[in-house]
Structures are given as structure tokens and as C-alpha cells.
């Protein structure tokens, strides 16, 4: 543009769609919200948005006032092609060293724009996230089913992808640029921050807090296609994660644990089916409920051995602490057995629910209790890491 200044050191992206509302307002108070030693840009990227933001955009900046240290420039996009992927197009043409994201629909307040310039700054982090979830932090004029969507939906993230940050899905942050440079993006979907915590590396992170504002003008585009690319987005990155070394050792999470617990499991059944066999053939006379017990017990301790082992990375086998952890594995096994007979009865029974059914959920409650209470209790690791 023909008014710009040389060398921004903040770049602030706003991404549009359908803003045409909200987008000089909040332009306007960016530019207050700025301390005026700072030189700064906002690049609004705009996707071609029906009610013509586009066009107000590149109205407002003919006629914005040009002796200041900050300038507006608009990127037109010719399709909705996703938030992601949008906001990545605008990190592309900052020329800022620090890059701030936001919404324009006055969700995210600018007045904390220096807090985050600051931190960056004096606390020698890389990333600070406006977080929801930090003490001091909250969300106004959200639905409480809205809350808890997205309270699931974080935790779910935090799970499958080993992040620390209570926000990571949070829309308002700043970085700097140069943690970008070494990793390709997917930009699948809504959450560019997720992507951008599981693909950098050795970052630090920090979380302020702020009130999230539920917008009072337009619709939020949030959709069933958003979700579902979310959940892609989730596997895409965990798959990622799994074949990335953090801190030079391989992190195996909760989600990885779970699958190997699992694929245990099913092991379990062919030890128990074999033994089993190879006794009633192998011991003339034996009783068969015997040769069954035998079975069970076979597959509890290979079960056990292949857990302790693999799952949860345990290689002290010194014979006090094993037979202690045998102990209590082999009662969870023995209570997801009971908890999963009384569980197909109650729902077959009372519930009338199809057997089929009931024996689908049982089972599945049964082995995911198990899971969580050999995890907490046999291997005394915290529970949701
Ligand atoms: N260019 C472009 N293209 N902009 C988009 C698109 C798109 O496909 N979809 C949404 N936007 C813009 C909106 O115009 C708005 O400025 C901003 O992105 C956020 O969109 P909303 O539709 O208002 O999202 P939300 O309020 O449901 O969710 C926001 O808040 C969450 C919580 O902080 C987003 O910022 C999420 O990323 C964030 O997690
Ligand atoms: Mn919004």
C-alpha cells in the first residue's frame, strides 16, 4: 500500500467473515489500544464476505489517517476457505517480528493488545495466549451447554495432544513470528493455536487472562463442518505428535496408553481361548470349568505382565511391588467382570434395552474403568495425563 511504514514490530490479524457490523469499531480501538511508541499494522483477511466487510474495509483505509504508527491494510480473499487457513495467509504478509490474532467481533478485548506485547517482551516467552481459563479469566453471554461444548472439547484436545496450556483453543494470542519458521501447517479447521502449540518446538508459554464476550452483532460461523474438521484436525495432530520427540524422549499420553490397554486386552481373549483349549485337550478327565478358570487366570497375568510393561512403561519388576500391582489388577479385572454382568442385566432387564446393546455399552464401561483405575491405582500415574 502506498502509505505504509517501514518495518511494523506488531502485526495484528483479523480475520472476516460477515463483519461488516463489527469491523470498524474494532478497528478503531485497536488502533487506541496500541501504545503509540509501537509501530503496528492490522491486516484484516477478508473472504470475500457477502455483506461486503471488503469493500468497508478498503473504504475506511482511503480515508484513515495516515501520520501515525499504525497502519491498516486489507488481504481479499475470493472464498470462505477456513479460519485456519486464513489467518495463516495474514501471518504470511505481516511484516511485524510479533503477531497478534484476534476476532473482530468484539469477543476479544483490544485493551489487553500492550499486556501481551509486554509479556512477550519482559517474560522471554514466545507465546502468550488471552485465556478463558486462567484465574481471572471468563466467558460472558455464553449458553452453559455452549460452556461445557467447549470445556469438553479442550480437555479432549489436552488428552489426545499433551499440551499444557488451559486455553489452547483460545482465538486471541500473540507470538513471535520466527517460531513458525521450521513447521508446515495443515490449517484444517478453526483452532490455528492448537496447531501451532503441537508443531513448534521448545516455546514457552504464557497465559493471561481475560472475559471472553459472547459478539452482539452476527452469527458466530461456528457449524457442524467446523466440528467435524476439529475432530479431524485432533487425529491429524495426534498422529503428528506421536512420531515427534518432545524434550528428546517419546511421550506416550493418555490417549496412546488407552489403545495399548486395549490392544492388550484383545490379546487377552486369545490367551484366555488357547489356554484354555490346550488344557481340556492336553489333561485327560480335567473338569472344564477348570481348564476355564485356568484360562482366565492366564490371560489376567499376561494381561498384567504386557501392561506393566508396555502400556505403562513400568520395567521395575522387583517382586514386592509386582505382586502388589498383580494384586490389584487381577481385583479390577475380577470388578469390570461383575460391574459388566450387572451393568447387561440392569440395562437388558429394566431398561429394556436391546441385549446386543446393553453388552456393547457394558463391555465398554467395564474395560474403560479399568483402564482408569489400573492407571491411577495399580501404576499410580495421574489420571488424565
Ligand atoms: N476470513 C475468514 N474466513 N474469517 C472467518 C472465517 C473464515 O472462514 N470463519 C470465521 N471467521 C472470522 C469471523 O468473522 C470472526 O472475526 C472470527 O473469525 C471468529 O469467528 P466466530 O464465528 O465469531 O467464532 P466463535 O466466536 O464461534 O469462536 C471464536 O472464539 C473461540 C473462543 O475464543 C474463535 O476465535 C475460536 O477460534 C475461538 O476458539
Ligand atoms: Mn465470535
Known amino acids: 500500500m502506498e502509505y505504509q511504514i517501514k518495518n511494523p514490530k506488531v502485526s495484528i490479524i483479523i480475520p472476516t467473515y460477515n463483519e461488516s457490523n463489527n469491523i470498524i469499531e474494532i478497528l478503531k480501538q485497536i488502533k487506541n489500544s496500541i501504545p503509540k511508541n509501537i509501530i503496528s499494522e492490522t491486516i484484516v483477511v477478508d473472504d470475500n464476505s457477502p455483506d461486503g466487510t471488503g469493500r468497508i474495509v478498503e473504504e475506511y483505509i482511503k480515508n484513515f489517517k495516515k501520520i501515525t504508527n499504525h497502519t491498516i491494510d486489507i488481504i481479499h480473499r475470493t472464498a470462505k476457505t477456513g479460519l485456519s487457513s486464513a489467518i495463516f495467509n495474514g501471518i504470511q504478509e505481516a511484516k511485524g517480528e510479533t503477531i497478534i490474532v484476534m476476532d473482530a467481533d468484539h469477543s476479544h478485548p483490544p485493551q489487553i493488545i500492550p499486556k501481551m506485547i ?7 516467552c514466545d507465546i502468550v495466549i488471552a485465556s478463558r481459563y486462567v ?8 449458553t452453559i451447554s455452549r460452556k461445557m461444548i467447549s470445556k469438553i472439547a479442550t480437555k479432549i484436545a489436552k488428552l489426545f495432544l499433551n499440551i ?10 500473540a507470538f513471535k513470528k520466527n517460531i513458525l519458521k521450521n513447521s508446515k501447517f495443515d490449517l484444517l479447521g478453526y483452532k490455528i493455536l492448537l496447531e501451532m502449540l503441537v508443531k513448534t518446538k521448545n516455546v514457552k508459554i504464557m497465559e493471561i487472562p481475560y ?4 459478539r452482539k452483532i452476527g452469527q458466530s460461523k461456528l457449524d457442524s463442518q467446523i466440528i467435524l474438521d476439529y475432530i479431524k484436525s485432533i487425529w491429524k495432530l495426534y498422529r503428528f505428535g506421536k512420531n515427534v520427540k518432545t524434550n528428546n524422549k517419546k511421550y506416550t499420553n493418555f490417549v496412546s ?7 492388550i486386552g484383545a ?5 484366555n481361548l488357547l489356554s484354555s483349549f490346550l488344557i481340556v485337550t492336553g489333561i485327560p478327565d480335567v473338569w472344564y470349568i477348570h481348564a476355564n478358570l485356568f484360562g482366565i487366570a492366564s490371560s489376567i497375568s499376561s494381561n498384567f505382565i504386557l501392561n506393566k510393561f508396555w502400556t505403562f512403561e513400568d520395567k521395575d519388576f522387583s517382586k514386592k511391588k509386582t505382586v502388589v500391582q498383580f494384586s490389584k489388577f487381577a481385583t479390577f479385572s475380577t470388578l469390570g467382570a461383575v460391574i459388566q454382568l450387572g451393568m447387561v442385566f440392569y440395562l437388558t432387564e429394566t431398561q429394556n434395552m436391546p441385549y446386543y446393546l446393553s453388552l456393547i455399552l457394558a463391555v465398554m464401561t467395564g474395560a474403560f474403568g479399568n483402564f482408569i483405575l489400573n492407571k491411577k491405582y495399580t501404576f499410580k500415574e495421574k489420571l488424565l495425563e
Not at 118 to 124: D, G, I, Y
Not at 211 to 214: A, G, I, L, S, V
Not at 257 to 263: G, I, P
Request: charge should be positive; glycine fraction near 10%.
Open 267 to 271: 490379546t487377552g481373549l486369545l490367551v
Open 135 to 142: 484465574k481471572g479469566g471468563q466467558i460472558k453471554d455464553w
Open 211 to 214: 472475559t471472553f464476550t459472547d
Open 257 to 263: 496408553k488407552a489403545a495399548r490397554f486395549y490392544t
Open 164 to 173: 499444557e496450556p488451559k486455553d489452547p483453543m483460545s482465538g486471541f494470542f
Open 118 to 124: 509486554e509479556s512477550l517482551k519482559k517474560s522471554h
